[in-house]
């Protein structure tokens, strides 16, 4: 399995290349919950934003993520304070199907069909 963990430098970039190049994207999103286990938030949706917002004013950045059929009302959530960023392969078939976020507001793992790819730059 290859693993590549983001510099919090490229989160920005990363967020947008995301959001540019996989819009569409069929998206299933799991939080853990207080118990350990996983919880689904999001099952197999389309992605419609995967936008970083960086916050001048405030210690909490956060990432938004939009998913939903196109031309319908999206449903979101946010991450707020990402501490680490890692990107999963574990097939290693050229593409990262898993992006595991850890954050203040907890660990999300996001799976992505297809997979992102090209690597995006700083992975």
């Not at 994207?25 to 938030?41: D, H, P, Y």
């Not at 934003?49 to 196109?70: E, I, M, R, Y």
């Not at 890692?86 to 997979?115: M, Q, Y």
Request: aromatic share 8%.
């Amino acid at each position: 399995m290859k693993t590549v963990e983001l510099s919090s430098n490229h989160w920005p970039a990363f967020c947008k290349y995301v959001e540019d190049s996989h819009t569409n994207t069929l998206l299933k999103a799991e939080r853990a919950a207080s118990n350990g286990e996983m919880e689904t938030i999001v099952n197999d949706q389309p992605l419609q934003a995967f936008a970083w917002q960086h916050q001048d004013n405030t210690c909490s950045d956060a990432l938004l993520v939009k998913v939903g059929l196109p031309g319908a009302k999206p449903a979101d959530f946010q991450i707020v304070e990402p501490i680490r960023m890692i990107l999963r392969n574990p097939t290693d078939a050229g593409r990262f199907s898993t992006l595991e976020i850890v954050a203040e507001s907890g660990t999300v793992l996001f799976k992505f069909h297809p997979g992102l790819s090209p690597a995006p730059n700083g992975a």
